[in-house]
């Protein structure tokens, strides 16, 4: 093929990775983009600096309505679809805002996909077709106060009374809490670690948002108390026991994320492109001049080198093939090249970059957080390590 038969260079997509997608992947991607663009974008630096995320019940009934919760499950009124759909959501939603994804993934990832691998028939029969409507709003209860990357030594217990579960405990710095009407909780027990469907209405359950944050701002992010509350024995999920239950739950999201820092990271990319294409100093664009030009090379190297991790992923995800240590080599990779490439928006785009008027600072503040949760850099630093060497540096 000779040079003048070959495609035109892309500056969105210089690798050519749209040609991966089949014409349905694109259009979940276009459906998401434009969702995004109409009801986040106009208000997101508002919401941040308010540090709130207002009508948060009728954005979810949106997304529902998409098909974007729990939209990678089955049945249930889940939309079904594949691994990679999913992924290019989750790229859409942070492309918009850290929160907005956090929002997605907490309720299909981490309280839908619960209810649905470990949940009985009756369980994901009253809970699931409203979840996935947007209609009620889950959350997934694990990290503690003073355990998070230690869940096996989590306080909250369950105990038997006669049939009932009786739960107490607290948990920290979870997602939809606040306004959740369902929470998936992890507790000790006698037998193990198990998993308790509580619906947020239960006497002695509650959850106080938790304020004063520096990153994901446009996020609701709640405690959870539970005291003495009270649960039928049909409320714990029969399906697993022990922390494979937790544990697979949070791979599942992790998977998420993979794609959504990819979002966060294009959208600062794309702020800084522009910026140095119109930004004139010493008489021209600073966009012309060698270093700035050596900053947006290596940013979108790392960019489209992530994006096509992640979309590896989700085809051995779709294959049945993908393993908690790839999850955990995507995530501690695609997060850590984010921030760098947020961090670098920054600086060609000055003064300016630290105004809401531009997204790159916002994103840089929520990769902060997105970088500990789930996984910190150093836990999937020691699971690729114990993966590569054979050797449990975990202890």
């Known amino acids: 093929m000779s040079a003048s038969t070959l495609p035109p260079f892309d500056p969105a997509d210089p690798l050519g990775i749209d040609d991966l997608l089949s014409d349905e992947d694109k ?35 949106e997304l529902g309505s998409i098909g974007a919760l729990g939209m990678s499950l089955t049945g249930y009124g889940c939309a079904g679809a594949s691994a990679v759909q999913y992924g290019l959501a989750c790229l859409e939603l942070e492309a918009a805002d850290s929160g907005i994804r956090s929002l997605v993934s907490v309720q299909g990832s981490l309280a839908m996909y619960a209810i649905w691998k470990f949940g009985s028939e009756e369980q994901k029969q009253q809970w699931l077709p409203r979840m996935a409507a947007g209609e009620v709003i889950g959350c997934f209860g694990l990290t503690e106060p003073d355990h998070g990357s230690d869940p096996a030594n989590m306080r909250t217990f369950a105990k038997r009374d006669g049939s009932d ?45 938790i304020k004063h944050k520096w990153s994901l701002r446009a996020s609701v992010t709640s405690e959870l108390v539970l005291d003495d509350v009270r649960l039928p024995a049909d409320a714990v999920l ?17 998977y998420g994320i993979v794609w959504g820092a990819m979002g966060a990271a294009r959208a ?61 080599f995507g995530k501690l990779n695609n997060v850590r090249e984010a921030i760098e490439i ?42 690729l390590g114990k993966a590569l060497t054979g050797l449990d540096a975990f202890r």
Not at 171 to 195: E, L, P, Q
Not at 238 to 254: D, F, I, T
Not at 294 to 308: I, T, Y
Request: proline share 5%; charged share 25%; net charge positive.
């Open 342 to 383: 947020c961090r670098t928006s920054r600086t060609i785009l000055g003064a300016n970059g630290i105004s809401l008027e531009y997204p790159v600072m916002r994103h840089a503040t929520n990769l902060e957080s997105v970088l500990t949760y789930e996984g910190t850099v150093e836990m999937h630093q020691l699971v």
């Open 27 to 61: 259009a979940v991607r276009d459906t998401v983009r434009q969702w995004a663009a109409d009801r986040v974008l106009p208000h997101i630096a508002e919401w941040y600096e308010a540090g709130e995320l207002p009508g948060i019940r009728d954005l979810a009934r």
């Open 268 to 328: 600062s990319f794309e702020s800084a492109l522009d910026y140095a294409k119109t930004r004139e100093q010493f008489g021209k664009p600073i966009g012309g001049f060698q270093l700035t030009q050596g900053k947006l090379a290596d940013m979108a190297v790392e960019l489209h080198k992530g994006v096509l991790l992640a979309h590896h992923l989700g085809r051995r995800l779709d294959a049945g093939k993908l393993r908690p240590e790839q999850v955990s």
């Open 238 to 254: 029969p399906e697993v026991k022990g922390l494979r239950g937790p544990l697979s739950c949070l791979s599942h999201a992790r």
């Open 165 to 209: 579960w009786i739960l107490n405990g607290r948990k920290m710095w979870i997602t939809n809490g606040s306004v959740a009407g369902v929470a998936v909780v992890w507790a000790r027990t006698d037998d193990g670690v198990r998993g308790f469907v509580v619906p947020t209405d239960a006497p002695g359950f509650s959850a106080p948002e």
